[in-house]
């Protein structure tokens, strides 16, 4: 396709309260599959979507972070994670089943400003 | 104790309507009793007949109906809350002439009232928030 | 008496704040859902509930903590609770007040 | 009624993004219809539905302030204000629409724990 | 210019769907286009053809509805996040054997492809967050 | 360049926080919904605003002030648009995020 443009999908919301975990998800792999140019950014309570070892059977829920792979299978390599959201939470990339690459706030302003479409989650 | 539980989120939306459930079951095996659901704000969309969640997702208003039904519980959906968010019942719909009818099977629409009657009435009342 | 809910993560919504604000002494805080998260250990959160430990019980409910992937993490002496033990602490409890 | 029990209105969210403010003005005019002891309590947002010269017109939303006159119609005298809400906010009682009676933290929680039903908008 | 909407909250419990209509009305009055409309998580209540809010309350589903029809607009349901709400239009409806259907006219249900193929081809692509 | 929406209270949400930790310098702030509360001078939160002002332009939509009978209580900088002046800040600006 021609027409390729630059697609950020953001991720501010934890897992399980509502769908946007699965939601951002679907969107960043259409955009893989309409061949754009797909980053994805998790931030604040978003990055609790990477957490290792979720286990919500006994809420009756999928485990969402089960498809984080397939970013990388769907050659989606540009996965970023604002570090003071993960400060904030006390964590760091070992607490995360996915590579990310960790940008600070600053980086994380470039890179929306450089995107041509923003989705929200 | 006589419980009632007032449940404010939608399914898919919130996690309110599953911890409700799972809070009711487990109050019901360990032999306590519901004397009234009440569905609120929008929670009224847990009484919808037409949801069709993925087949491998929980079907939360199945869940409930078949909770009321086994358990033969009161189920109060607020008429008002309802009415503006598109949950309506077969009497409803031909009174206001819409065209179709989507209130599950064991679920009753009435007002507000239900749920201060239920507060008097029961020894526990505990709201699940959005 | 009264048990306190409190459903929101604390980073994104004021709940916990104003719950711990009003939570009068020798009531007790039940983190549920999104609400679990306050129960991570040094976090920029976890103070509010060190504090709190000292003059009430916080509990969480498990299968919230199981599902975001929060066992090893949590602060001491918050207690672990499933929907049974929820169902009990309504009991002891008098009124329950939920924020959200 | 002989079954006389205090009722408490919790009111935590800001008027016109959903209905808690509506919601809860029912619920308090139907408590007293059903004769209880009824009591209103603001705090958090929720301080914001009693200020004066809301004009919703706009936003094509009703006056939700205009109803809080019915309470003392429908003789429900204890409503209360949470003063740290009212002094995060930059507000005094000169800004609301309606008598009130400001209490402090603790009074707010001897409130709730006085009560046989709390409600929560 | 070529704008797209995107509605996440439902009427009633949400102001999005409010400010995404004035925002709309404003930008085709003053002589720009509208893409697609795409209605999206609890934004697919937008949708309902059976909502009855109160007489004296905007009907925001019907504000919707003549919206689209006035400037011939292209509305998009995402069809996920429908079916699982309760939103379904009468093929999936006898797809799925429900006792009804309630999409409203105007409106098309089909995948969040119909999203990112907005944001590819309009000039901006603006979030009503719930 | 990016117009940052936020529809949420300052004192409810931790939206605006973080947008204000992200925003471009050069970038423009839109406050809407419930996000106009951040807009009323000498509150708990107003330093915020005073302080993004001093970087960057901060837009309230009239309408939602007018709605909950703020008019008067704004702080002094902030630059009040109706419904077309948001569209048109739209078009100014590149790419709109939506803080919510």
């Not at chain 3, 001491?76 to 409890?93: A, D, R």
Request: glycine fraction near 6%.
């Amino acid at each position: 396709m021609s027409n390729t443009k630059s697609l950020l999908i953001v991720n501010r919301h934890a897992p399980y309260d509502g769908m946007y975990a699965k939601e951002a998800m679907d969107a960043a792999l259409i955009g893989a599959a309409f061949n754009q140019k797909v980053s994805v950014m998790f931030m604040d309570d978003g990055v609790y979507q990477l957490l290792r070892e979720q286990a919500p059977a006994d809420i009756r829920q999928k485990n969402t972070s089960l498809t984080l792979p397939m970013l990388d299978m769907y050659d989606i390599n540009n996965v970023y994670v604002e570090r003071a959201s993960l400060q904030a939470r006390n964590l760091t990339e070992e607490n995360l089943l996915i590579p990310v690459q960790v940008i600070d706030s600053v980086q994380a302003s470039e890179l929306l400003g450089q995107q041509d479409i923003i989705l929200n989650f | 104790m006589k419980y009632t539980l007032a449940i404010y989120g939608a399914p898919y939306s919130s996690q309110a309507p599953q911890t409700a459930l799972s809070f009711a079951k487990s109050l019901l095996e360990s032999g306590h009793s519901i004397y009234r659901l009440f569905f609120y704000m929008d929670g009224v969309h847990n009484a919808s007949a037409i949801a069709v969640p993925p087949q491998d997702e929980v079907n939360i208003p199945a869940e409930w109906s078949a909770l009321i039904r086994k358990y033969d519980l009161d189920a109060v959906v607020c008429i008002a809350a309802a009415l503006r968010r598109g949950i309506i019942d077969k009497t409803e719909a031909e009174r206001y002439e819409v065209s179709a009818h989507n209130f599950a099977e064991g679920f009753t629409l009435s007002g507000l009232g239900q749920l201060v009657d239920a507060g008097i009435a029961s020894d526990r009342l505990i709201t699940f928030g959005p | 008496m009264i048990l306190h809910t409190v459903n929101k993560s604390p980073a994104r919504s004021n709940c916990l704040k104003s719950c711990l604000r009003i939570a009068p002494h020798g009531g007790a805080l039940m983190l549920i859902e999104d609400g679990v998260y306050a129960s991570v250990n040094n976090t920029k959160h976890s103070q509010l509930i060190v504090d709190a430990l000292t003059r009430m019980q916080v509990f969480v409910l498990e299968p919230d903590i199981k599902a975001r992937g929060l066992s090893g993490l949590l602060i001491p002496g918050v207690s672990l609770v499933g929907y049974p033990g929820f169902v009990e602490l309504t009991q002891t409890y008098d009124t329950v007040q939920s924020w959200y």
